[in-house]
């Protein structure tokens, strides 16, 4: 039962990650109506991340060696400083600070508090109500050749929210774009290379942290559980980069605010537990 609960866990990981809906509320709420299943914890989450992670590795290959090389030779002076995928680099790098600061500051709390289902109800309808605000008023104008400093910091704490289940790191850092004037689709190509570092980070430290101690589930359904999160992450990247570019964010937020309402149902009359 174990082994089929992880694949359904790695399949809505996978289906969720890169919409902005948030995978981690997805995986919590989940947890509680699965056959003899629990919360999943914040160390599943992460692990299983690293799956749809790769795939943002995957999808974005080309970009990803061009950023780094690019980035690489700006530091012994073989290109310009300036050089469009050498601040990419510089920006990814200064995105990344605040949720690693952030997660290492507050990692009690993420791994108890912040995933009360109550807080996720609430995440998942304001963070919802904010996407459609900024889809709505933002001018959809600028590039990532536009990107500066202080909007890169601003995407970094917007990406560091996402510690709270039910914010949703994609949905967090897109609604800060959309703020902040730019194209939907650049604000989303610039959310998943900017989680590239954090998602690998968290996770690969989950795994450390959790040799030697007892969970949930174990190396072989936390496992397969990432895999599955990977193959289907990578066909949903696909699908949600075409959407954007022609359609609004409507049918998530509609998404995010009936099912955090649902969850507020349920918790009130004590079908689950908060």
Same mark, same amino acid.
């Given at each position: 039962?174990?082994l089929?609960?992880?694949?359904i866990?790695?399949?809505?990981?996978?289906?969720?990650?890169?919409?902005?809906?948030?995978?981690?509320?997805h995986l919590?709420i989940?947890?509680?109506?699965?056959?003899?299943a629990k919360?999943?914890g914040?160390?599943?989450?992460?692990?299983?991340?690293?799956?749809?992670?790769?795939?943002v590795?995957?999808?974005f290959?080309?970009?990803i060696?061009?950023?780094?090389?690019? +980035?690489?030779?700006?530091?012994?002076?073989?290109?310009p400083r300036?050089?469009p995928?050498?601040?990419?680099?510089w920006?990814?790098?200064?995105?990344?600070v605040?949720?690693?600061?952030?997660?290492?500051?507050?990692?009690?709390?993420?791994?108890?508090t912040?995933?009360?289902? +109550?807080?996720v109800?609430?995440?998942?309808?304001?963070?919802?109500i904010? =996407?459609?605000?900024?889809?709505?008023?933002?001018?959809?104008r600028?590039?990532?050749?536009?990107?500066? =400093?202080?909007?890169?910091?601003?995407f970094?704490?917007?990406?560091?929210l996402?510690?709270?289940?039910?914010?949703?790191?994609?949905?967090?850092?897109?609604?800060?774009?959309?703020?902040?004037?730019?194209e939907?689709?650049?604000?989303?190509?610039?959310?998943?290379l900017?989680?590239?570092p954090?998602?690998?980070?968290?996770?690969?430290?989950?795994?450390y942290?959790?040799?030697?101690?007892?969970?949930?589930y174990?190396?072989?359904?936390t496992g397969?559980?990432t895999?599955?999160?990977?193959v289907v992450? =990578?066909?949903v990247i696909?699908f949600?980069?075409?959407?954007?570019?022609?359609?609004?964010?409507l049918?998530?937020?509609?998404y995010?605010?009936?099912?955090g309402?649902v969850?507020?149902?349920?918790?009130?009359?004590?079908?689950?537990?908060a």
């Amino acid at each position: 039962m174990d082994l089929l609960n992880a694949i359904i866990l790695g399949l809505v990981q996978g289906l969720t990650e890169f919409l902005p809906i948030s995978s981690s509320a997805h995986l919590r709420i989940l947890g509680e109506f699965l056959p003899g299943a629990k919360d999943p914890g914040a160390a599943f989450t992460a692990i299983t991340q690293i799956g749809t992670e790769a795939a943002v590795v995957v999808f974005f290959w080309r970009d990803i060696v061009k950023i780094v090389s690019r +980035w690489a030779k700006s530091l012994v002076g073989r290109v310009p400083r300036n050089d469009p995928d050498a601040r990419m680099g510089w920006l990814i790098i200064v995105g990344s600070v605040p949720i690693v600061v952030l997660g290492l500051l507050f990692q009690d709390a993420i791994e108890t508090t912040f995933r009360s289902l +109550w807080i996720v109800a609430i995440m998942l309808i304001v963070f919802g109500i904010l =996407l459609g605000i900024a889809d709505y008023v933002g001018a959809k104008r600028r590039r990532l050749k536009d990107l500066t =400093l202080g909007h890169g910091i601003v995407f970094g704490f917007a990406q560091a929210l996402a510690l709270i289940p039910g914010v949703s790191r994609s949905g967090g850092t897109i609604t800060a774009g959309l703020f902040l004037g730019y194209e939907r689709r650049a604000a989303a190509r610039y959310a998943f290379l900017l989680a590239i570092p954090a998602v690998f980070g968290s996770g690969l430290y989950q795994v450390y942290k959790s040799i030697g101690e007892p969970s949930i589930y174990g190396p072989l359904e936390t496992g397969v559980a990432t895999v599955v999160a990977f193959v289907v992450g =990578l066909v949903v990247i696909a699908f949600f980069m075409s959407y954007i570019s022609k359609r609004s964010f409507l049918p998530f937020v509609i998404y995010r605010i009936a099912l955090g309402v649902v969850l507020i149902v349920l918790l009130s009359f004590g079908v689950i537990a908060a």
